[in-house]
């Protein structure tokens, strides 16, 4: 099952080390890893997504919970809560096929950022199943590089 | 005042109520080891930093204050780290220092440089790299609160060079404070709710067993213990790591449970309907086939180690909470049950006992010299005082099943790690942290040359320890493995090339005494133990001797081997 797990932790040396390799000696792959500060300068907030055997990532919570640096830990899965990703896009946008790129940008309300003789790059915001459409429908057209940022998520109210 | 950093270190670890530290300076160490010179700490100098690490670890577990050690950047560093690992597996708490290359010069592939807090980052508690000599008292401070309270374990402080030589304003007053770490507050105290549930379940059962283990020692709880056992008449069996937390020659005492556990603790698992697991952890070792351990029983587990808790066998009761505390709520309300619910426990005492009847601990007695023979010995000899630290594998396992542990903090034994060459620098680190005992370090010849080279310090300081070593040589428990599943192929475990110990202990200035016979072993340990310093006893004992009862990896708890036909 696919959880989304957000750590605050002390904003100090090392501590994202600690938490990865909580991750690595038991097997996890970390999908998706987001790190920045909050409105706290000390305090940094870590948006993880893992995929993987309930039982161990019971044992991973619990350990996340132990490390010393770590303030708290929260999964959001059952509970309401947005999911953010951005992703640039550089994707193949000739003459004869700019206005058909165009066109999709805009009805995933997305944006064009830059744009050169052959290609454009597109940004959008928004969570992982917009994402993949958005991928599926530029595919077509020859994507170059995807950059994205990694999901952050926040509970609702 | 303005103090460098290395003096602040020093006034911190006198304000820490630091009296021994444990070490080998190095390059990078010499401004510490300059204020060191002439303080009023005593300061021990090993051989290897391994035995070091080890020393502060045997301190610690004899004493319960923190032990302490030092070692130089690079392989000074590495070479503590499997003392680092030992003590965090076994809950210890110990601060270690290292020096570190100069802060401009870190990660540049200095001359002696390692990585330190990144090696030993899975193996402590917690680590710091002090790159402001601002911070040296704090971090001090917080290394000592993280090391003792909780689940205690090693917390390393990483102290680069030019950090030692900047100077800064010292307080000492401030020094005082409380620490305050938000985001580690240990719970002590365990959940009303839930300790009520426990006392239910403890009502509606039968065959319950209490499964004791190291955290009962560390938190002092054998008194709680004892009482529990006492006022429910539930049978207590012990980890190897709770040794001594429980009267061994007690009706209720089962003896140790797991893979050379007693043939009746396993039973008494296997057949439980209810198991109070206190301050232990189900590790492998103690659970056997994990999908077949006590098919029948309800589990209650008190740990304060939220992690401990599930991690193997889904519990039904969890207690999160330290060991001391949680038993004395709990005994309040046990001691209300009364001596009805005494009573019908009885059915199941009288089907322990016969199972001890039927099932002894014990070894062949003929005229030969046998290893368990020689530790029952030890056992009469010291009265069951002495504080025994032990090698890792067979020589551990006699030392357990044939001492007798009536009280906490006797016995000394690497039990998470299982590291060879951790019982004879434990020992010297336990003698010096209770000198008025006798202490004796059993051992096996294959592991004692693992920390030899630390008969230096022992002789050196007058550390008046005892090393037993039951010599059969060979790497004795892989060969029993090799014996029992190899079919006697015993690949690289025969040590016939041993040195002579007896030769090995006077070249190091130490008494020597060699036994083949059995009639010889008690004298033997007379003359050792009434000579000062410390002395090497070389146990020629039966080779091919084993260890049972034994639960072969993979079986089932109570599939046990009882013995060769």
């Known amino acids: ?157 | 005042m303005k103090l460098t950093g290395a003096q602040i270190f020093v006034e911190s670890l006198i304000k820490e109520k630091v009296e021994i530290m444990f070490g080998i300076p190095g390059g990078v160490l010499l401004p510490t080891f300059d204020v060191l010179y002439g303080a009023p700490i005593k300061f021990i100098l090993t051989r290897h930093e391994q035995g070091a690490a080890h020393m502060a670890d045997g301190y610690a577990r004899a004493t319960g204050k923190v032990g302490v050690c030092i070692a130089t950047s690079g392989p000074g560093a590495t070479n503590l780290t499997t003392g680092l690992a030992t003590a965090n597996m076994d809950s210890v708490p110990v601060v270690a220092f290292t020096g570190q290359v100069a802060t401009h010069l870190v990660g540049n592939d200095a001359f002696q440089e390692a990585d330190t807090t990144g090696v030993t980052r899975s193996i402590t508690k917690y680590n710091y790299l002090v790159k402001d000599v601002r911070e040296i008292a704090s971090t001090i401070k917080e290394a000592f609160h993280i090391a003792r309270t909780g689940r205690p374990g090693p917390v390393l402080i990483d102290f680069p060079v030019d950090v030692q030589r900047a100077s800064c304003e010292f307080v000492y007053h401030k020094y005082h404070k409380e620490v305050e770490i938000r985001s580690y507050k240990p719970k002590y105290k365990g959940h009303p709710q839930q300790i009520k549930k426990a006392i239910d379940l403890i009502k509606q059962s039968e065959r319950a067993v209490i499964y004791a283990g190291g955290g009962v020692i560390i938190s002092g709880a054998a008194g709680e213990l004892r009482e529990m056992a006492k006022t429910t008449q539930i049978p207590v069996t012990l980890t190897l790591m709770g040794m001594g937390a429980f009267p061994q020659d007690s009706e209720l005492f089962l003896g140790m449970l797991g893979m050379h556990g007693t043939y009746f603790a396993n039973h008494a698992i296997q057949n439980s309907d209810l198991i109070i697991a206190i301050g232990a952890r189900f590790d492998d070792r103690i659970t056997a086939r994990l999908d077949a351990f006590a098919p029948k029983a309800k589990i209650i587990h008190i740990d304060i180690d939220p992690t401990s808790i599930s991690k193997n066998v889904k519990v039904d009761v969890p207690i999160v909470g330290d060991a001391k505390n949680v038993m004395r709520e709990m005994n309040k309300l046990l001691n209300k049950l009364g001596s009805k619910n005494m009573e019908k426990r009885k059915k199941w005492q009288k089907q322990i006992s016969q199972w001890k009847k039927e099932n002894p601990l014990t070894y062949k007695k003929d005229g030969k010299l046998r290893p368990q023979y020689v530790v029952e010995k030890i056992y009469e000899v010291t009265k069951g005082k002495a504080i025994i630290a032990t090698e890792v594998g067979q020589n551990q396992m006699w030392a357990q099943q044939f001492y007798k542990y009536n009280y906490p903090r006797h016995f000394i034994t690497s039990g998470g790690l299982g590291t060879m060459g951790y019982g004879f620098p434990a020992a010297i680190g336990a003698k010096l942290g209770k000198p008025e005992k006798v202490v004796f370090d059993i051992a096996g010849d294959g592991s004692f040359q693992m920390n030899i080279q630390e008969m230096a310090t022992a002789v050196n300081n007058k550390v008046g320890v005892k090393i037993a070593i039951l010599n059969n040589g060979y790497l004795g428990m892989v060969r029993q493995w090799q014996q029992l599943f190899y079919k006697k192929r015993y690949s690289a475990t025969d040590l016939t090339a041993n040195p002579d110990f007896v030769k090995i202990a006077e070249a190091y200035g130490a008494l020597g005494i060699r036994v083949s016979e059995k009639g010889e072993v008690e004298g033997a340990l007379r003359k050792a133990i009434s000579v000062d310093g410390p002395v090497i006893l070389d146990f020629l004992v039966e080779r091919e001797e084993n260890v049972f009862p034994m639960v072969p990896a993979g079986a089932r708890l109570d599939e046990v081997i009882r013995g060769l036909a």
Not at chain 1, 20 to 35: E, K, M, T
Not at chain 1, 79 to 108: C, T, Y
């Open chain 1, 1 to 157: 099952m696919r959880h989304t797990i957000s750590v605050l932790v002390e904003n100090k040396p090392g501590v994202l080390a600690r938490i990865s390799s909580l991750f690595s000696a038991r097997g996890f792959n970390i999908d998706s890893l987001a790190v920045g500060e909050t409105e706290q300068h000390d305090v940094s907030r870590m948006t993880i997504i893992v995929k993987g055997d309930e039982k161990i990532l019971e044992q991973v919570m619990k350990q996340l919970n132990k490390l010393i640096d770590i303030i708290k830990v929260i999964d959001f899965v059952g509970q309401p809560h947005l999911e953010r990703d951005l992703v640039l896009i550089k994707v193949n946008a000739g003459k004869g096929k700019r206005s058909e790129v165009l066109e999709i940008v805009d009805i995933f309300r997305a944006k064009i950022v830059d744009v050169a003789s052959n290609s454009v790059i597109v940004e959008m915001t928004g969570d992982e199943e917009k994402i993949l459409a958005l991928v599926n429908m530029l595919k077509p057209y020859g994507i170059k590089e995807i950059v994205r940022t990694g999901i952050v998520a926040m509970g609702r109210g």
